[in-house]
């Protein structure tokens, strides 16, 4: 009978301890990304909450021009014929 065509117990066990290695790192990352999602979620929900202050301090003060630096601007330049 020839062995050589028959993996070895040696051979099935470094298989093994690889696949759980891959399955590790695999689930290292998973959870790598599923808390980079949550940071990236947190960071957008902060904007938004920013942007929605800063339009209702604009509201309260009376400020209903968004483009307040542009009116500014306008000053600037002379009229074209």
């Not at 399955?23 to 940071?39: F, G, M, N, V």
Request: charged letters at 30%.
């Amino acid at each position: 009978m020839d062995h050589a065509d028959e993996p070895s117990v040696t051979q099935g066990i470094v298989t093994r301890e690889y696949e759980m290695f891959e399955y590790e790192t695999h689930k290292l990352r998973h959870d790598q990304l599923i808390r980079e999602a949550a940071t990236a979620r947190q960071v957008r929900q902060a904007a938004k909450a920013r942007r929605a202050a800063r339009r209702a301090a604009a509201g309260r003060s009376g400020q209903n021009d968004q483009e307040g630096t542009v009116s500014a601007l306008r000053s600037r330049f002379t009229r074209a014929a």
